[in-house]
């Protein structure tokens, strides 16, 4: 008998089966370095973690988490209890400066941002539709937006324009132009702010800007803003703009507002990747919950997750206190990992302010200029960066390159800086030995 698929899988399990869609980050986070248990396992600079207040987090919810019967339950919702939703609401309505306050029935909760992107999309997207998404971008938005819905990102560059100014919108129109005459029908725009590689905010009159992009074309607006609250001050960019949230800018005249959602996590702020706690806030779209809600079964967080978080978010003392503290070790770190970047001449974007990381130019570093442009074609400094990859993975640290986040220039790199500074520089030290080691491999031809 002739088996003609390995496993007898599906076609959409055949896709995933494929080693080719095995993330890196997995072999990573299986053999992390250790001074001492595991000195030839893998510094992690690659993976958006802030593990500066583990201990606090940690200790937090060791001395406040109790369960009782009702956990074990199945709880009041698939979509998260009745107590997270006040928790959270009231939590975004202080934080985040909503026009109007967030109400529990504004809310669904779910197992992380990741998977309240992927339910918003399969209720608002039919498989084939687009999504507008700004280059570059968090490396899963793809994923998260392909998998299950079936949609499909409409990858939108800026050239030498700044992509967080007025001037990017031209950009996003031809984008979709573009799109409509390939016959795709765009369904929504994604908006990550804080941004994720580029580590900026968005100012009010961009936001604005964009919710009427959106309502002249009738499209959804969907804002990521899993960074809010991980906002620092940079010494170098004393004018950087600060976090405004989209639930803050006023729709009237601009937009329909049963467009315009946000998402926020437990993940980045609050350093609790493993937690796996999101949500979806939509304050003008009752059909849309709905559809959340009936299909929450696939994403619901789990009875344990849900206490943590309610009892951490309820307590307004220790969330100020958190984020006071996150936001100066933050400060801290961005600038230990810069001065060490110019030290080496390694050029990055400068300007950030906001996020765990910074955006470098590894290959500009090997041409010893400000950008990669003399290493030829562009063919081949994409070749380079593969190279590049190979080195830093040889030297035993992990860095998500350019290609992962949809860049559209090759040779930049995420550093994430989030971590001990001893754990920091030993992995800032490692990226230099990579280079110089790519370095080598190019003069021998």
């Known amino acids: 008998m002739t088996v003609t698929k390995a496993g007898h899988l599906s076609s959409r399990g055949a896709v995933l089966a494929d080693p080719s869609n095995r993330p890196v980050m997995l072999d990573i986070v299986s053999n992390l370095w250790h001074p001492e248990s595991n000195p030839g396992g893998y510094l992690s600079l690659g993976v958006a973690e802030n593990t500066l207040m583990h201990d606090e987090i940690t200790q937090y919810m060791t001395k406040n988490i109790s369960l009782n019967s009702h956990a074990l339950t199945y709880g009041d919702s698939f979509s998260g209890s009745h ?35 992927d339910s918003c999309v399969f209720s608002l997207c039919d498989p084939g539709d687009g999504i507008l998404l700004g280059r570059p971008y968090y490396g899963a938005f793809p994923s998260d937006v392909s998998l299950r819905a079936k949609a499909q990102i409409i990858p939108v560059a800026f050239d030498d324009i700044d992509p967080f100014s007025l001037d990017a ?30 580590g900026r905010c968005f100012p009010p009159e961009v936001l604005a800007a964009y919710m009427q992009f959106c309502q002249k074309h009738n499209i959804h607006l ?17 004018d950087a703009p600060p976090f405004t949230s989209t639930l803050s800018i006023d729709t009237a005249g601009r937009i329909d507002p049963s467009l315009v959602h946000v998402l926020w996590g437990m993940s980045k702020d609050f350093g609790s990747n493993g937690i796996r706690l999101g949500c979806i806030v939509s304050q003008n779209n009752n059909p849309l919950i709905r559809a959340l809600e009936a299909n929450s079964y696939f994403t619901c967080p789990s009875s344990l997750a849900d206490r943590a978080t309610t009892a951490l978010l309820s307590d307004t003392t220790f969330v100020e206190s958190f984020i006071r503290t996150n936001s100066r070790l933050l400060t801290e770190r961005y600038v230990s990992t810069v001065r060490f970047l110019e030290s080496r001449g390694i050029p990055y974007q400068e300007g950030s302010n906001a996020g765990l990381f910074v955006w470098v130019d590894l290959l500009a570093y090997l041409a010893g200029a400000d950008s990669s442009e ?10 380079l960066e ?46 230099v030995d990579a280079l110089e080691l790519l370095r080598g491999e190019m003069a021998r031809g």
């Open 222 to 238: 969907i804002s990521d803003e899993i960074y809010a609250l991980s906002i620092w001050e940079n010494p170098d960019a004393p």
């Open 169 to 198: 919108m031209p950009y996003y129109e031809k984008a979709l132009s573009d799109a409509r005459e390939r016959g795709i029908l765009t369904k929504a725009m994604i908006l990550c702010n804080p941004h994720n590689p580029l």
């Open 374 to 383: 003399g290493l030829g074609s562009e063919e081949d400094r994409w070749a």
């Open 386 to 431: 593969t190279r590049l990859e190979a080195a830093l993975l040889k030297e035993r640290v992990f860095l998500a390159c350019g290609a992962a986040f949809g860049s559209y220039r090759p040779g930049w790199f995420r550093v994430v800086f989030a971590h001990d500074e001893a754990y920091l520089l030993e992995g800032l030290r490692r990226i």
């Open 83 to 117: 107590g997270l939703k006040s928790a959270i609401s009231a939590f975004i309505t202080r934080h985040f400066s909503p026009l109007q306050p967030v109400l529990s029935r504004h809310i669904v909760i779910t197992s992380g941002v990741g998977p309240a992107i």
